[in-house]
């Protein structure tokens, strides 16, 4: 039996019940997973694959691994998967480096196949570390079934810890944001810029950001979202902005509906 994340309501109370329950949703969810027995194949398997053609020959490892890193879709794209994990992440023109979605640059770096003669998958801690990424990447996902917006706001707390412990620059902290089609969503909506702002110039997209990030948050730094606060108020922004906008375009629709039943 699967357990359905409970969201009892959406918009930021939604948001604020999901924070309170999340541990216990989390847990109950890990126990009762249609996955547990690809998780328990996967830590059986996962030390003897070192090519990335035995991982893209075992669909049950493949499902696990991808879907540690939100990638689930590309399951049958082997011959790009391939590519991507074979040049790894250590060349500049590796094609993880190429791509703007980083999600398949954290994949190859995680794996190792192109970048060392030992792959990762040979660490004792290996299928701890990605199992661990499954099972909360699966719940988020769980929880978009739900509502795609509290899926978004978990992604975003979580990926903003991550890109603000990284040892980088502050502008390529600003490009890993713009990498993530998750994160870039969330920051897009909070700071109210259009939907066509991803297809200006990405520099420009960059001072933008900073711009509108200093005037909302007091700095144009991502180093403000180590504050919790600053990353609820984000959070919350973009909850109740797209809230909004939802209810905006659903009374634009039953305008338009009730004006051609009119006319009729």
């Known amino acids: 039996m699967s357990f359905t994340p409970v969201i009892p309501t959406g918009g930021y109370a939604g948001w ?40 893209l020959g075992d669909r049950r490892l493949l499902s696990v691994a991808l879907g540690a890193f939100g990638l689930d879709a590309d399951i049958n794209s082997k011959a790009f998967l ?27 770096k995680a794996f190792g196949f192109g970048d060392f003669d030992t792959p990762r998958t040979q660490l004792s801690d290996f299928a701890d570390t990605i199992l661990a990424r499954f099972r909360t990447q699966s719940f988020e996902a769980a929880v978009g079934g739900q509502n795609g917006d509290m899926r978004l706001a978990l992604n975003a707390r979580r990926e903003l810890a991550d890109i603000v412990a990284r040892d980088q620059s502050a502008n390529a902290k600003w490009y890993g944001i713009m990498g993530s089609p998750a994160l870039r969503e969330v920051f897009q909506s909070a700071l109210n810029l259009p939907k066509s702002f991803a297809a200006i110039d990405i520099d420009q997209q960059l001072t933008a950001l900073r711009a509108r990030t200093e005037a909302t948050f007091g700095a144009g730094s991502v180093d403000v979202f180590t504050s919790p606060e600053q990353v ?26 009730l004006l051609r039943s009119a006319l009729r």
């Open 16 to 55: 604020r019940f999901l924070s309170r329950t999340l541990d216990a949703q989390q847990a109950v969810f890990d126990r009762t997973s249609a996955s547990r027995r690809d998780q328990d194949y996967f830590r059986e398997k996962i030390a003897s694959v070192t090519t990335s053609d035995q991982l």
């Open 82 to 108: 391939r590519r991507v994990l074979d040049d790894g992440s250590l060349k500049t023109d590796a094609l993880a480096n190429k791509l703007a979605d980083k999600r398949y640059l954290a994949l190859t």
């Open 232 to 257: 609820e108020k984000l959070i919350r922004l973009f909850l109740v902005r797209s809230e909004a906008a939802a209810s905006s375009v659903t009374s634009g629709t039953a305008a338009l509906r």
